[in-house]
């Protein structure tokens, strides 16, 4: 079955402590992309990665970092989590690049205390 | 830089009765535009796509769109809400100058009575 994985679901940490969600995509697609959503703001793009060892900036990209040393996986990495990156995060990968369909993992929501 | 606005955070509509749900953008190349829909608790499920072939796009569960140049509109469209309807929906369009970003509109959430 043709899927995006997100890991973990629900996350509830403090401040200062590094996390790590997980994402990967079994369609072997070459565009992946993280989206925070956040109630009246619709989702915004933090980063998306155009193929291993390609990404760029979204719109929100302050306090994250990504990765794309494999093709399937792009993890979001949130070094000095703080409580304005509380939360609903969705990964989502599509066969080339932005201008085709997207499909979406079920999402993250992390609370930062 | 490309925009999108969604007219409405809420709209709500008996059963059987017409949705229309209003999404403008702005773009400075050709859009590729899309719907979304997320059900609770779900990631997003796409409804249809524009990407110039035609101006009306037809999706998925029976929604449509029209793609209006002039009025920088892809407004979505069912001629009768069902109960299985109720939804947030999104609106989002591509096709920048980098071939990465996509932007989404605030959302819609849609409400069915019975």
């Known amino acids: 079955e043709a899927q995006v994985t997100q890991n973990p679901r629900y996350l509830i940490t403090v401040t200062g402590k590094k996390l790590t969600v997980t994402c990967s995509q079994n369609m072997n697609h070459e565009y992946m992309s993280w989206y925070r959503q956040d109630p009246g703001l619709g989702l915004r793009q933090i980063y998306y990665s155009m193929n291993v060892e390609v990404t760029d900036k979204g719109d929100v990209p302050e306090g994250y970092k990504v990765s794309r040393k494999e093709k399937r996986n792009f993890p979001l990495i949130l070094e000095s989590p703080s409580p304005n990156q509380t939360s609903l995060y969705f990964c989502a990968s599509s066969i080339t690049d932005s201008n085709q369909p997207q499909h979406f993992g079920d999402g993250t929501r992390l609370s930062i205390l | 830089a490309q925009s999108v606005t969604q007219l409405g955070s809420h709209v709500s509509v008996s059963e059987g009765a017409l949705v229309l749900l209003r999404c403008n953008y702005s773009?400075?190349?050709?859009?590729?535009l899309f719907w979304y829909v997320q059900y609770p608790n779900q990631g997003l499920q796409l409804l249809l796509k524009?990407?110039?072939?035609?101006?009306l796009v037809k999706g998925i569960n029976g929604f449509e769109a029209e793609f209006k140049k002039s009025e920088t509109s892809f407004h979505l469209t069912k001629p009768s809400a069902h109960m299985s309807d109720a939804a947030e929906y999104f609106c989002a369009v591509a096709g920048g100058t980098s071939y990465g970003k996509l932007t989404f509109g605030q959302g819609t959430i849609l409400t069915v009575h019975p």
């Open positions: 524009y990407t110039s072939a035609a101006t």
């Open positions: 773009s400075s190349v050709p859009p590729y």
